[in-house]
């Protein structure tokens, strides 16, 4: 038989007794020297900057900024590592022009990347409709673009290349139109090194009867290897994912390791997430895992084609 227990009732608190304190006693998050200034026209880019707020993202942001300058008049290096959504949201004027300036010091990215950097410097133009394309089987087949990126790997291979600096080299060769819109013609211009670290399956290059398997593992391992060499000398430097959920945080977590093992010191490093949705990865492998000890990192979260140029225009001011 169940034995029923009467309810406790309750009364409402009072709060007469309630301790208080002097609101000039207590520590404040936010204060009038960190609000907003006033944005008045005609004013400069730096002036645009200095009006924003001191608090929470501005804050990180212009952590960054510094961070890249920084690393800039110290001669250190300043990785991008992308995936290929920057190129296709109109980014790599921006890009080529850090390059140019020493500003970006390495690239490193994912196979996709190659695909849409070689048709803006071939067509002038890229990104299809892959719902269509896709209905009709036709997704990924432009002739052109199996055919020389193909080539060009299996060419540079054969040369000793990694994927990165074999298309650099023939892009930079070649008589394309549109060639200076090249991230990889550039990096090959400047010698500054360009990697590519591909999945094999997950590009439309890999779908054409030119696309070798024993080319494309090898010159990917090959970049793989240069981009542990750069990772290496990375102490006091800055690394930018840019756009990569998944490959690059991946790469960059393992040549940090190696660098680590083969007894580089890489601890003092800036690490950078840029994306619109903050992925687990990036996270994970590009802003806490690699700074658990040392070193600073940060997520800026928003459009690529905003945050990226806003980033890039205030890191030339700084410099």
């Known amino acids: 038989m169940l034995k029923f227990y009467t309810m406790k009732k309750y009364k409402p608190v009072s709060l007469k007794k309630i301790r208080t304190y002097a609101l000039s006693e207590r520590k404040s998050k936010v204060e009038i020297a960190l609000t907003a200034a006033l944005h008045?026209?005609?004013?400069?880019?730096s002036d645009f900057i200095h009006n924003l707020p001191g608090i929470l993202a501005v804050?990180?942001?212009r952590a960054v900024v510094m961070a890249i300058v920084n690393a800039r008049k110290r001669k250190k290096p300043v990785i991008l590592g992308m995936?290929?959504?920057?190129?296709?949201?109109?980014l790599s004027p921006l890009i080529i022009d850090l390059m140019n300036r020493r500003i970006i010091t390495a690239i490193a990215t994912n196979g996709a990347c190659i695909v849409h950097d070689f048709e803006l410097s071939f067509m002038g133009k890229t990104s299809?409709?892959?719902?269509e394309e896709?209905?009709?089987?036709t997704f990924g087949m432009a002739k052109e673009t199996g055919k020389y990126i193909n080539k060009a790997i299996n060419t540079g291979v054969k040369n000793g290349y990694g994927i990165g600096k074999s298309l650099g080299e023939m892009i930079q060769n070649a008589k394309f139109k549109y060639k200076d819109m090249s991230i990889f013609g550039a990096a090959y211009r400047l010698g500054i090194p360009a990697t590519v670290h591909i999945a094999i399956g997950t590009d439309i290059i890999h779908m054409?009867?030119?696309?070798?398997g024993a080319s494309i593992g090898k010159g990917s391992l090959r970049d793989f290897k240069l981009f542990t060499s750069v990772v290496s000398d990375l102490e006091g430097g800055v690394y930018i994912n840019l756009g990569s959920a998944v490959i690059m945080p991946e790469v960059f977590l393992k040549a940090l390791t190696i660098?680590?093992?083969?007894?580089?010191?890489?601890?003092?490093?800036?690490?950078?997430?840029?994306?619109f949705i903050q992925h687990y990865r990036p996270h994970q492998n590009v802003v806490k895992r690699p700074t658990l000890q040392k070193g600073c990192s940060y997520a800026l979260t928003g459009h690529h084609e905003i945050m990226f140029p806003l980033l890039a225009a205030a890191v030339i001011e700084g410099i």
């Open 259 to 275: 660098a680590r093992n083969l007894g580089s010191k890489v601890e003092n490093i800036t690490t950078v997430n840029m994306d």
């Open 208 to 212: 054409h009867p030119q696309a070798n």
């Open 83 to 90: 995936g290929a959504h920057p190129i296709k949201v109109g």
């Open 128 to 131: 299809e409709d892959v719902a």
């Open 134 to 137: 896709l209905c009709k089987g």
């Open 59 to 61: 804050k990180d942001f």
């Open 40 to 45: 008045k026209a005609g004013q400069s880019f």
